[in-house]
């Protein structure tokens, strides 16, 4: 009995001893806390007088300088916004939820306009841009449409003048102008055929000779005439896709693009551009010039219409002609040439 006692008594400490060999082991295959806090951190672990010296990663806002009482705020775009666009509530807070709005003092307000151009915050809403405005900008009114300006196109329009959509393929130079250039458009139009009187009879001005030759060839008459003056470019050439339409089988046929751009002008100008495109003119957009300190009397003067080689409303000295019959089977034709001047 007293064998069996002291032989447990033995097993006990054996396994005690083996016991606390596997928890020393344990403990020292684990990772210190400084390498815990290291690794938390973001660090290379190190000793722990390292650790406890580096500066915590968390940024402490209370550091930050406070604005002061006398700061004034200021609304800035957290989306982009376009021209023509309507403000609404999101395109002025954060993706958080925070407005997004920055605090100016009195001293740095002057990079930003007067004090009476800082519109609040709360009043933007409903209001329409009048140029894009990028993401972190500043929305003061001298970015702003005035008060219940509708957005869209229509809110570019100067009161009185009337838009016009035009496409820009069939307007020479209108993929060179951009939005807020002031343009003149000008329409080549082909003049009828006159009646000239010579020698009692009249003939048709089909033909003149050439310098080298007597050769007849065909003269074309082109009269300049100035349908829009001083307009204002509302949008530049912008593509647009017209969608397909259902066929009679009930396919849809493939849609098309088109590049068009949209002007402003007088009403009765605008009358005068749809007929000249309505008669197939050659329409040609030219630019005014884009220099500040134009005078109001050089923004008057207006491009000249013309009608052949002389000034609408001026009196044009009437040329010498030749009557040249020809027959040719039983048809007659008279043609009228200009005359040879001769060299003196």
Do not use: C
Request: hydrophobic share 40%; no cysteine; aromatic share 2%.
């Amino acid at each position: 009995m007293r064998n069996n006692q002291l032989t447990v008594i033995v097993l006990v400490i054996i396994f005690a001893v083996i016991g606390a060999y596997f928890v020393l082991w344990a403990l020292r295959q684990a990772p210190s806390p400084a390498a815990l806090l290291a690794n938390l951190q973001g660090r290379a672990p190190g000793n722990a007088q390292q650790v406890a010296a580096a500066p915590p990663q968390v940024q402490n806002t209370d550091n930050l300088p406070q604005p002061s009482k006398d700061a004034i705020q200021v609304a800035l775009a957290a989306r982009a916004i376009n021209a023509g666009e309507l403000i609404t509530r999101e395109k002025l807070m954060n993706p958080d939820g925070r407005p997004a709005i920055a605090f100016v003092e009195p001293k740095d307000l002057a990079m930003l306009g007067k004090k009476e151009e800082i519109v609040a915050p709360e009043l933007l809403i409903g209001r329409v841009a009048r140029d894009n405005i990028a993401v972190g900008q500043a929305i003061t009114e001298r970015s702003l449409r005035p008060v219940g300006t509708r957005p869209g196109v229509a809110s570019a329009i100067p009161a009185g003048m009337r838009g016009l959509t035009l496409d820009a393929n069939r307007v020479q130079g209108a993929h060179m102008i951009s939005r807020g250039d002031r343009i003149d458009i000008v329409a080549t139009v082909p003049l009828k055929e006159e009646s000239t009187s010579s020698g009692g009879g009249s003939a048709t001005v089909i033909a003149a000779p050439t310098s080298e030759t007597t050769e007849l060839v065909p003269t074309k008459f082109t009269g300049v005439r100035l349908v829009l003056n001083d307009g204002l470019v509302v949008s530049p050439v912008r593509p647009r896709v017209i969608p397909g339409a259902p066929g009679p089988r009930g396919e849809i046929t493939p849609g098309r693009t088109v590049e068009e751009f949209t002007i402003a002008g007088k009403p009765e100008e605008i009358a005068k551009l749809t007929e000249a495109l309505g008669n197939g003119s050659n329409l040609i957009v030219s630019p005014r010039s884009g220099i500040p300190g134009e005078t109001d009397e050089q923004r008057k003067q207006s491009i000249p219409e013309r009608t052949g080689d002389a000034t609408v409303g001026e009196k044009a000295e009437s040329p010498k002609t030749h009557t040249i019959e020809t027959l040719v089977g039983e048809r007659r034709s008279n043609f009228v040439v200009p005359a040879r001047t001769e060299k003196k």
